[in-house]
């Protein structure tokens, strides 16, 4: 492999944030999927103004702003599901080739990283849910930059805690904000694009964009 150090953005890319709410689907009704766009989409905005304000605030309890802001756009949807959808937040679903790519990866001798905006409680329990710990070397949490993607800040976790230049690293993200975020801090990036969106921020292009992390080791 041309690289032997990866890290992997967490929520979209490697655990589908959508789980929680279809796991409620039945009890959330029709309106269910636009309760769960509206409160990922929540969760990432709140972040973003966080960062740019300068105020750091963990992405556990932007989580749970985020989602009280979507019931309150969706009135269908019943606020009494709250704890349960928070809860399956920690114990969201892995995609389906995640665990094999990621241990063929790891088997080939490669350094594993999740960089994610996540609380380190959030990974940790998220890690564990899908059996992840014995092929992550570490787990980096924008906790410690106090600061949200796309800030320099966060990507640097990875390269002053490894002590490897940017090019070094693959990373790979299903946000195409995040790879730019990336690739302008100088890594090499692959956009998992699993939805089939389209392309922006052109001045910041990936490497390599894949339907999902299975194309990654032969093109690694």
Partial sequence: ???????????????????????HAGEIGPEGQLLSDIWRAKQLEYSWVGTLMGEHVDF??????????AFRKVPSADTGLRDKLLEAYWHLDC?????SVLR???????????????SKAMLEAAVRSAALETVLDDVFSADDARKFKTDPAVYDLVTMSWRIYPSAVSFQSSNRWD???ATRCGFRTVWINRTQQPDEYADHQPELILPSLEGLITAS
């Fill in 179 to 181: 790879i730019a975020g």
């Fill in 1 to 23: 492999m041309r690289f032997s150090t990866f890290a992997f953005d967490a929520y979209g890319t490697l655990f589908d944030v959508h789980a929680a709410v279809r796991k």
């Fill in 95 to 99: 995609y389906p080739e995640v665990p």
């Fill in 60 to 69: 556990w309890t932007l989580t749970e702003r985020a989602l009280d802001y």
């Fill in 104 to 118: 063929a990866l790891k088997a080939a001798g490669a350094r594993l990283a999740i960089l994610s905006n996540g």
